[in-house]
């Protein structure tokens, strides 16, 4: 009885703002209470929330995260070559020294955080999949 009045406390105590949502994604954070881990591994999500009990079995970011680091790696990274290439004209292993480590930051450093908080703006904005049919509410 203890742990129910607890969890039904801890309720009271949600994130309602967007600013607040970002701030517990970006942290890999639960997207209702904020203080609960969010991964288990690197990018492997928990059942629940250790603090609040949220299921998150609702998170579905796909490929999301990655598609938008890609993105911006992407960008970064090419453009820091051709800039480098136009100005020094470097051998090709002085390429691969420079920009196969920073595509390893620029991809993995983000990926977490990233997938944390499109699962919190899942969360806030109470995105579901959609059903086609007559089941409109």
Do not use: N
């Amino acid at each position: 009885m203890q742990a129910v009045s607890y969890i039904a406390g801890m309720a009271q105590d949600t994130i309602s703002t967007l600013a607040g949502s970002v701030r517990a994604g970006l942290a890999c954070a639960c997207p209702r209470c904020g203080r609960g881990k969010l991964f288990r591994g690197f990018l492997s999500l928990r059942p629940r929330c250790d603090v609040c009990g949220l299921d998150y079995g609702f998170a579905d970011s796909g490929d999301g995260p990655a598609v938008f680091i890609m993105f911006l790696a992407g960008a970064i990274v090419v453009g820091a070559a051709l800039v480098t290439e136009a100005l020094y004209h470097p051998p090709y292993w002085v390429h691969a020294v420079l920009w196969l480590p920073l595509i390893f930051i620029l991809t993995l450093g983000p990926l977490r955080p990233m997938k944390g908080l499109m699962i919190a703006l899942q969360y806030h904005h109470k995105a579901a999949e959609s059903r086609f049919g007559g089941d409109r509410a």
